[in-house]
């Protein structure tokens, strides 16, 4: 349920508002339990991803590091060979 829900800090390029997005709504199914919540919900569960959004992308503004940014293209062949060795 939360595979979109990554480490966003340090990468180059950095996180897109596509990406933070993804991020919250995961969070916040997670939270809720709900997949897609009932019209009677819809409104708290979109103002819900919305403030989780804005507090993940002051959060990512905020955070130092002296470490070098990471490469996503890197990243990702890592984890594809870990999720080859896992379920091989």
Do not use: H, W
């Amino acid at each position: 349920m939360c595979r979109n829900i990554r480490t966003l800090f340090n990468f180059e390029p950095p996180a897109t508002e596509e990406e933070i997005r993804a991020s919250a709504l995961q969070f916040v199914r997670k939270l809720s339990g709900f997949t897609n919540p009932s019209r009677a919900n819809e409104a708290a569960f979109g103002r819900a991803v919305d403030e989780v959004s804005e507090a993940a992308r002051r959060l990512l503004k905020s955070l130092e590091t002296a470490s070098p940014a990471r490469n996503r293209e890197i990243e990702a062949m890592k984890a594809r060979a870990r999720a080859k060795e896992r379920y091989a």
